[in-house]
T-cell receptor, first 114, second 113 residues
């Protein structure tokens, strides 16, 4: 099993450009999450999808949009990238109703916005 | 406002000794706590958890202690091994909000051989 996969692994954008970060899981999990990790800030939740067809804002949703394409895939879109969005982005999935011990993370996407 | 804080950005310990990682929180409504471990270029992985109704949970070399009156959580690793070198995040679940975790800022543990 691949678990949670993320593409791309690394991306450089110019301010104002757009891009979509892709995430897929093969564990048949209901819930999926997007986090960002910044130095001194820990992991902060951007958006989550409790189940297919639903999405909700997390702590830091401004500047992002998400799409739960199907049960497997959850994408994060930056419409107009800003230097403040330079970060490492992690996607995670969890079997809804289960304890948080079943949350699995992808390897991350490192994004640099110039 | 950081609700979950790890005040030590880094910690260095000799192999075989005890590592103690600390975490403080401000919200008394947190009802479940977890520790995650993260290696470079990888996503975090779950390590150990504790419910707010307990004060200790043990799993092999790892023990988590919870002091609710002090709003303080600690992770003990005994004995420490070089493979334990990683960033450790504590996380807390707000009571009733089962789809969110609040993470701390992380502590980089270096275990010296």
């Amino acid at each position: 099993n691949a678990g949670v996969t993320q593409t791309p692994k690394f991306q450089v954008l110019k301010t104002g450009q757009s891009m979509t970060l892709q995430c897929a899981q093969d564990m048949n999990h209901n819930s999926m999450y997007w986090y960002r990790q910044d130095p001194g800030m820990g992991l902060r939740l951007i958006y989550y999808s409790a189940s297919e067809g639903t999405t909700d804002k997390g702590e830091v949703p401004n500047g992002y949009n998400v799409s739960r394409l199907n049960k497997r895939e959850f994408s994060l879109r930056l419409e107009s990238a800003a230097p403040s969005q330079t970060s490492v982005y992690f996607c995670a999935s969890r079997d809804r109703g289960h304890l948080w011990e079943t949350q699995y993370f992808g390897p991350g996407t490192r994004l640099l916005v110039l | 406002d950081q609700q979950v804080k790890q005040n030590s950005p880094s910690l260095s310990v000799q192999e075989g000794r005890i590592s103690i990682l600390n975490c403080d929180y401000t919200n008394s409504m947190f009802d479940y706590f977890l520790w995650y471990k993260k290696y470079p270029a990888e996503g975090p992985t779950f390590l150990i958890s504790i419910s707010s109704i307990k004060d200790k949970n043990e799993d092999g070399r790892f023990t988590v202690f919870l002091n609710k009156s002090a709003k303080h959580l600690s992770l003990h690793i005994v004995p420490s091994q070089p493979g334990d070198s990683a960033v450790y995040f504590c996380a807390a679940r707000p009571g009733g909000a089962t789809n969110k975790l609040i993470f701390g800022t992380g502590t980089l543990l270096a275990v010296q051989p």
